[in-house]
């Protein structure tokens, strides 16, 4: 089975650039996590999606944050324009319903804005 | 303001000794897990509390759950440097089926051969 799927694993970007990251559930799971994780902040909840439908983005730090899951097989989470601040790793995670509240999470991409 | 505390935040030690970290909290947790994270990697579950009073091994890992649900406990005997990584708490609130989890921000435990 394939688990949670991110790309890309690393990004370097100029600030005021526009950076995309992109998640692949694991098949039948119906919740999907953005999180980003930091050493000063650790691990902080972005948003999340129920059925692709975004439950709470209250995470969100800012306009310039945005996340999308336009069907059951992908979520992206863009940033526009990017700033220095926002360098850290990018998690996805998903679970099931079912599931109690185990989450599985991608590899992380790495984000650094110059 | 963190909800789960972990402590401590950095632990080296060497090969064989034992050692505990601390998870607490000043609010009552559903269930409570531990996952462990490895460089370059997610986090990945250990186990997962329940029942207050509780207690877990996996191998040489003993996990507990405070009596109140509010703490838990993670004790290793003789660490080996596969034990390496970043070990995370996580607290799950709220009732239902949209339940979050609640991060500490982990302990960072390097054992040295």
């Known amino acids: 089975d394939a688990g949670v799927i991110q790309s890309p694993r690393h990004e370097v970007t100029e600030m005021g650039q526009e950076v995309t990251l992109r998640c692949k559930p694991i098949?039948?799971?119906?919740?999907l996590f953005w999180y980003r994780q930091t050493m000063m902040r650790g691990l902080e909840l972005l948003i999340y999606f129920n059925n692709n439908v975004p439950i709470d983005d209250s995470g969100m730090p800012e306009d310039r944050f945005s996340a999308k899951m336009p069907n059951a097989s992908f979520s992206t989470l863009k940033i526009q324009p990017s700033e220095p601040r926002d360098s850290a790793v990018y998690f996805c995670?998903?679970?099931?319903?079912?599931?109690?509240?185990?989450?599985?999470f991608g590899p992380g991409t790495r984000l650094t804005v110059l | 303001t963190q909800l789960l505390e972990q402590s401590p935040q950095f632990l080296s030690i060497q090969e064989g000794e034992n050692l505990t970290v601390y998870c607490n909290s000043s609010s009552v947790f559903s269930s409570l897990q531990w996952y462990r994270q490895e460089p370059g990697e997610g986090p990945v579950l250990l186990v997962t509390v329940v029942t207050g009073g509780e207690v877990k091994k996996l191998k040489r890992l003993t996990f507990q759950f405070g009596d109140a649900r509010k703490d838990s406990s993670l004790h290793i005997t003789a660490a080996q440097p596969g034990d390496t990584g970043l070990y995370l708490c996580?607290?799950?609130?709220?009732?239902?089926?949209?339940?979050?989890?609640?991060w500490g921000l982990g302990t960072s435990l390097a054992v040295n051969p």
């Open positions: 996580a607290g799950a609130k709220n009732a239902g089926n949209n339940r979050k989890l609640i």
């Open positions: 995670a998903t679970r099931t319903s079912g599931g109690g509240v185990t989450q599985y």
């Open positions: 098949s039948g799971h119906d919740y």
